[in-house]
């Protein structure tokens, strides 16, 4: 039995650190697998934020003209502090997503960051945050952020902690005009804004 239907009775959100450390550590329907240790009982809110980092690489579909050739890796880049340390590295060592390798990058404000295809904004760039999302128009880079209002302001997917709770909002039509294809098993976790603009 898989942790969908383990879980069906409950609420949607259920992913507090110590549940989202096992989740990680195993797998959500079957597909969200990651290398977080098991022996790792109580990860902290950003070994657990890696860890869905990761996992978005597999549930959402990019355009083959994203990537410069079919053996190229998908690239996870962080702007600004990184908050992750060594988490995201390591959870992403040796593993791929939709056949790809996984390369982390960590980028200064003024880089090119068309190049990558997930881009984790930090907070230390909150007052970038406009700039930022604008050099990234018609480019297929799923942004993610902890920023509040992120996914208000134009951003694909927002990380919100809620009673310890790790939690993320989807703006579909922000992916959608990104010529991103996010996964329903994904979309079901999420709490979705702009769903009907996106349905245009």
């Not at 989202?20 to 022996?39: D, N, Q, R």
């Not at 209002?149 to 992916?175: C, H, K, P, W």
Request: charge should be positive; charged fraction near 20%; proline fraction near 3%.
């Amino acid at each position: 039995m898989d942790i969908l239907k383990r879980t069906r009775h409950y609420p949607r959100w259920t992913f507090d650190a110590r549940t989202a450390g096992w989740l990680v550590a195993a797998s959500l329907a079957g597909l969200f697998v990651c290398g977080v240790s098991s022996a790792q009982s109580d990860p902290n809110e950003y070994q657990v934020k890696a860890a869905f980092l990761f996992n978005f690489t597999k549930f959402v579909e990019w355009p083959e003209n994203a990537f410069v050739d079919s053996h190229a890796p998908i690239v996870i880049g962080v702007i600004g502090d990184d908050p992750f340390g060594e988490s995201l590295v390591s959870i992403v060592a040796g593993q791929k997503a939709q056949g790809r390798g996984i390369e982390i990058v960590k980028y200064r404000y003024g880089d090119n960051l068309r190049r990558c295809h997930v881009l984790f904004i930090s907070a230390s760039e909150r007052q970038r945050r406009a700039p930022i999302l604008a050099s990234l128009q018609e480019a297929s880079v799923l942004t993610v952020s902890d920023i509040d209002g992120f996914a208000e302001a134009g951003g694909a997917i927002q990380f919100v902690v809620q009673e310890n709770r790790v939690r993320f909002v989807v703006n579909l039509e922000v992916a959608t005009q990104s010529k991103l294809r996010v996964s329903a098993k994904l979309l079901a976790l999420a709490r979705v804004i702009n769903r009907s603009e996106a349905a245009r």
